[in-house]
């Protein structure tokens, strides 16, 4: 819905899929958009780090097929990707699930309800933990560490539920950075108890690909 009042209605139609999960947890995690009112230009964008170049074009193909619109691709400063497409339906299909402030979007999104079909949370856990998560191997431990990251504490509150739903065991801790005037970080790490179960349930992309 824009700010005027107007529903926008999309030609893709919300089925709340594993796929459209995905998607999601995607946007969520590294996602950005951008309007600009006196041109009125939409701007979608997706990040990426630049080791993350394998799974910038996994996502690419993935946001392509069910979009069935091409997506631009560049490698930007500081050895980093960009996916970005021009959209006002895009834009606003992302509202179907999350809600968000564009302008500081990675402290205040969270999805717009816990009552999702499983499917689609199955695949919102996924999108998050290939973007703004990490899944590694403790060598010392002889234990693999899964972790969640965010500055939004709703939405880490968010993931600890559909963790508990889903019987996996985890805990929430906070990073307060007052003295660096930042967001706290949230980190949303599963129990070593539960690992085994998370990478077999949500088939992260990373327990694939180390």
Not at 34 to 59: D, L, M, R, T, W
Not at 65 to 71: I, M, R, S
Not at 137 to 157: G, M, P, Q, V, W
Request: net charge positive; with cysteine; charged share 30%.
């Amino acid at each position: 819905m824009h700010k005027n009042g107007t529903i926008f209605k999309l030609n893709i139609k919300p089925k709340f899929s594993e796929i459209e999960g995905e998607i999601a947890g995607i946007f969520a995690g590294d996602g950005s958009q951008y309007f600009e009112p006196k041109s009125y230009h939409y701007e979608n964008n997706i990040h990426f780090g630049g080791h993350n170049y394998q799974y910038a074009i996994y996502v690419k193909n993935l946001y392509e097929g069910f979009f069935k619109k091409n997506f631009m691709f560049r490698k930007e400063s500081l050895n980093r990707y960009r996916l970005r497409t021009h959209s006002k339906e895009i834009f606003y299909f992302f509202k179907n699930y999350l809600d968000y402030v564009p302008q500081i979007k990675h402290s205040t999104v969270k999805l717009k309800s816990l009552d999702f079909p499983r499917g689609f949370k199955r695949g919102f856990l996924r999108g998050l933990i290939d973007t703004d998560g990490s899944i590694s191997f403790i060598k010392n431990e002889k234990r693999i560490r899964i972790t969640f990251y965010t500055t939004s504490k709703e939405l880490a509150y968010q993931i600890c539920s559909i963790l508990f739903e889903f019987k996996i065991n985890n805990s929430l801790h906070v990073q307060k950075r007052e003295h660096r005037d930042e967001k706290p970080v949230y980190s949303v790490i599963v129990w070593k108890d539960s690992t085994d179960r998370f990478i077999n349930l949500i088939k992260p992309l990373k327990a694939r690909t180390g």
